[in-house]
């Protein structure tokens, strides 16, 4: 519990003490909770789990499926709205933020959420449906939509979710609150692809102008003879 409290704070500059985490922070209190609910789903204990899952719910705006498994020093920041389905399996270092859901995308009981690994980033809002898997170090901008598989050391963003930037991130220096690096220019971005998109629209339309031209020649040539 100690390292979870310590690790809090190095990623919050908001908090103040490990008192403080420990007295005031839901996503603390939810990751608390599901180790108790947890262990009581494993004991095939389906009801009693659940109902702590529902208390939990309740006290802290934080839904964890009682059959989620997460690692440690998994963090819940802010919290409110956080959903995690049963079978979501969350790796070590983990931070997830307000609003994120990790749904499932079918009726199969089997493995029908998605499993995130170490050191991961998710930022407020963002959804991550279905079996897939998100690669270690990678971030996940606000409000992001992803369901496909997130390469390791990849930032994704936007919706349905891109690659927008490939980085090894390996220092705490590097950390990216809200799984959104401040250093990207998204107009830049934008412009850039505009332009891009403008000169492939360019290409077809000199392409089907030189096709009409050829058709407009032969056509002349059919009537003339006519």
Request: no cysteine; net charge positive; proline share 4%.
């Amino acid at each position: 519990m100690i390292k979870l409290l310590k690790s809090i704070k190095e990623r919050d500059p908001a908090a103040n003490n490990l008192f403080e985490i420990l007295i005031l922070y839901p996503g603390f209190h939810a990751i608390l909770l599901h180790r108790v609910a947890n262990l009581l789903w494993n004991l095939n204990l389906k009801f009693i789990s659940k109902f702590l899952a529902f208390l939990s719910r309740i006290f802290t705006g934080i839904e964890i499926h009682p059959g989620a498994k997460i690692g440690e020093k998994m963090f819940i920041d802010h919290g409110m709205g956080v959903v995690i389905g049963e079978t979501s399996q969350i790796g070590n270092n983990v931070l997830i933020y307000h609003g994120v859901t990790l749904g499932g995308t079918s009726l199969d009981k089997g493995k029908r959420h998605p499993t995130i690994e170490d050191n991961v980033i998710i930022g407020a809002g963002a959804k991550i449906l279905g079996p897939i898997t998100i690669g270690k170090n990678a971030r996940i901008g606000s409000n992001a939509v992803v369901t496909k598989n997130v390469p390791s050391d990849t930032t994704f963003m936007g919706v349905p979710a891109k690659e927008i930037k490939k980085q090894a991130y390996n220092k705490t220096e590097e950390f990216t609150a809200y799984g959104t690096p401040t250093d990207i220019d998204f107009k830049k971005n934008l412009i850039n692809n505009n332009r891009q998109k403008d000169k492939e629209y360019e290409k077809k339309f000199k392409k089907m102008e030189l096709e009409i031209s050829k058709l407009k020649h032969k056509l002349n040539i059919e009537i003339k003879n006519d």
